[in-house]
Every structure is written in structure tokens, then in C-alpha cells.
């Protein structure tokens, strides 16, 4: 095999590794239940990938935040709550949470750990990220910190998701409006995207091309983050 043929069989491979996925893998280390976090070795692993996801999920939010060009939809509507309270932007988005899940009580939506863990640690993480992060004022370094950050997010998603112990508050509250509408689920969380986009714009929250790469990019991410994961726990 010359050099060129290398070159082009490595660059297949990187690309069939990074195939989205289409739909939701079965993992080792998925729950049998929403609230069953099992025992022993596969108790600590299932737990550890739960925190971490929804640990650098966090992280890749802090990463928008940090950079001032935009924000994801609902992260726009923390900042703005925050701007117009006492709130900063970790405990808006652990209010926002509590709050879309009180609105799966009428849609007989169930949380799980999962649910009540990406209450928390998400908004914890991003204080952290806010706090660690360094800011940086070159527009490339801004671009390349919005990017990193939908790719945390993605694989944040990826993994907390396989570990099967139940939706994030939004994403139970959009599951839960598509089976009582019968509406498509695209369609329901575009129309709960813009309104917590509407709402956070009103309110002062920041929107810019960070807002429009993360709408353009998450949905791949996450789908290219559950390849991954799919690929490495089946071999």
C-alpha cells in the first residue's frame, strides 16, 4: 500500500467511526429501569458515566456562555433570568429545570435519577465551567470554543442518554407533549426551543452566531457522539 492509499484508507475509517448514529444504542452499561443504578463494579461504572456526561454537558454550555457571541436556546433564557434577578446563570438553569418539571405532572411524564441528576449537576457545571474557563477575546478563539463546547454537549448528551435513567427535564416535557398532541417531536421542541428563546431575547439574554451554530450543530453532535458510543461498546 503506497502512501496515498494510507492516507485515504485512514481518512475512510475516520469518517465511518464517525458515522451518527440513528438511533439510541444499547450500552453495557444501561439501566433496566429509570431509578435501578444496580450493583458492585457495573453500579460505579453506570454512575460515573451518568455524573460525567452531564458533568462536561455542563462544561460544553459554560463554553458558549464564556464567549458572549450566543448562547443555546434555554441557556439564553437562564442569562436572561439572571440578568433580572439575583440568580446567576447555574442556579436560572436549575430553577428553569424544576420548574419544566412540574409541567410533566398534567403529561404523566415519570422522572428517574437521570432526571433529577441533570437538575443539578448541569447547573453546577456550568458555574464551574464559568469559573475555570479562561475568557478569550480573539474572534477564532471565540469560534473555537463555541464549537468545542456543542461537541461536549453532544457527547455529554451521548452519554448520560445510554445510561437509560431517564430524560432531562425538557426532553421528558417534549416526549411527553408529543404522545398527548400527537404532534411530531421535531416540530414540538422547535416550538419550545423559540420559546425559550423569545423568552430569554426579552428578558436581555445574548444571541448571536453561538445560538445559530448550536441549532445548526447539536442534533449531529449528539447523533455522531452515540456512534461513537455505539461503535466502541460493540467491538
Same mark, same amino acid.
Given at each position: 500500500?503506497?502512501?496515498?492509499?494510507?492516507?485515504?484508507?485512514?481518512?475512510?475509517?475516520?469518517?465511518?467511526?464517525?458515522?451518527?448514529?440513528?438511533?439510541?444504542?444499547? !450500552?453495557? /452499561?444501561?439501566?433496566?429501569? !429509570? /431509578?435501578?443504578?444496580?450493583?458492585?463494579k457495573l453500579h460505579l461504572?453506570?454512575?460515573? &458515566?451518568?455524573?460525567?456526561?452531564?458533568?462536561?454537558?455542563? &462544561?460544553?454550555?459554560?463554553?458558549?456562555?464564556? !464567549?458572549?457571541?450566543?448562547?443555546?436556546? /434555554?441557556?439564553?433564557?437562564?442569562?436572561?433570568?439572571?440578568?433580572? @434577578?439575583?440568580?446567576? =446563570? *447555574?442556579?436560572?438553569?436549575?430553577?428553569?429545570?424544576?420548574?419544566?418539571?412540574?409541567? /410533566?405532572?398534567?403529561?404523566?411524564?415519570?422522572?428517574?435519577?437521570? !432526571?433529577?441528576?441533570? &437538575?443539578?449537576?448541569?447547573?453546577?457545571? &456550568?458555574?464551574?465551567?464559568?469559573?475555570?474557563?479562561?475568557?478569550?477575546?480573539?474572534?477564532?478563539?471565540?469560534?473555537?470554543? =463555541?464549537?468545542?463546547?456543542?461537541?461536549?454537549?453532544?457527547?455529554?448528551?451521548?452519554?448520560?442518554?445510554?445510561?437509560?435513567?431517564?430524560?432531562?427535564?425538557?426532553? *421528558?416535557?417534549?416526549?411527553?407533549?408529543?404522545?398527548? @398532541? *400527537?404532534?411530531?417531536?421535531?416540530?414540538?421542541?422547535?416550538?419550545?426551543?423559540?420559546?425559550?428563546?423569545?423568552? *430569554?431575547?426579552?428578558?436581555g439574554g445574548t444571541l448571536?452566531?453561538?445560538?445559530?451554530?448550536?441549532?445548526?450543530?447539536?442534533?449531529?453532535?449528539?447523533?455522531?457522539?452515540?456512534?461513537?458510543?455505539?461503535?466502541?461498546?460493540?467491538?
Amino acid at each position: 500500500m503506497n502512501n496515498s492509499e494510507y492516507i485515504k484508507n485512514n481518512r475512510y475509517k475516520t469518517f465511518a467511526f464517525l458515522r451518527p448514529s440513528k438511533t439510541i444504542p444499547i !450500552t453495557p /452499561w444501561r439501566a433496566e429501569s !429509570t /431509578w435501578s443504578i444496580g450493583v458492585g463494579k457495573l453500579h460505579l461504572q453506570r454512575l460515573s &458515566i451518568l455524573i460525567f456526561g452531564l458533568t462536561i454537558f455542563g &462544561i460544553g454550555d459554560a463554553f458558549l456562555i464564556i !464567549t458572549n457571541l450566543g448562547n443555546s436556546p /434555554w441557556t439564553v433564557l437562564a442569562e436572561g433570568i439572571s440578568l433580572n @434577578t439575583p440568580l446567576n =446563570i *447555574g442556579a436560572a438553569t436549575f430553577l428553569i429545570s424544576t420548574l419544566v418539571l412540574l409541567f /410533566w405532572i398534567p403529561l404523566k411524564q415519570k422522572p428517574g435519577l437521570g !432526571t433529577i441528576a441533570n &437538575i443539578v449537576i448541569i447547573a453546577v457545571a &456550568i458555574e464551574i465551567g464559568l469559573f475555570i474557563i479562561p475568557e478569550v477575546s480573539n474572534i477564532f478563539a471565540k469560534i473555537f470554543y =463555541i464549537l468545542f463546547g456543542i461537541s461536549l454537549v453532544g457527547i455529554g448528551s451521548a452519554l448520560y442518554i445510554t445510561c437509560g435513567l431517564g430524560t432531562g427535564p425538557r426532553d *421528558g416535557l417534549m416526549t411527553g407533549l408529543h404522545y398527548r @398532541t *400527537g404532534v411530531r417531536v421535531g416540530r414540538v421542541r422547535l416550538v419550545l426551543e423559540i420559546m425559550a428563546l423569545s423568552a *430569554g431575547f426579552l428578558l436581555g439574554g445574548t444571541l448571536g452566531v453561538g445560538t445559530a451554530l448550536f441549532a445548526l450543530l447539536i442534533g449531529q453532535s449528539v447523533a455522531i457522539s452515540l456512534g461513537v458510543v455505539s461503535r466502541i461498546t460493540t467491538k
